[in-house]
């Protein structure tokens, strides 16, 4: 298995940094800022079979 992560592109990484952060500073409830990280980050999950 392979997890790549990156940031996105400039503007949507902007967007979800400063949603998270709107959230974290308005005492929003804590699934809030998790539910940004996928915005600010590129995930990826690759799995890889093995061929006998």
Known sequence: MTVYICPCDFPIGLI????GALAHWANAPRF??????????????RRWRRRI
């Open 16 to 19: 979800g940094t400063a949603g």
């Open 32 to 45: 809030a800022v998790p539910v940004a990280l996928p915005i600010v980050l590129d995930i990826r999950i």
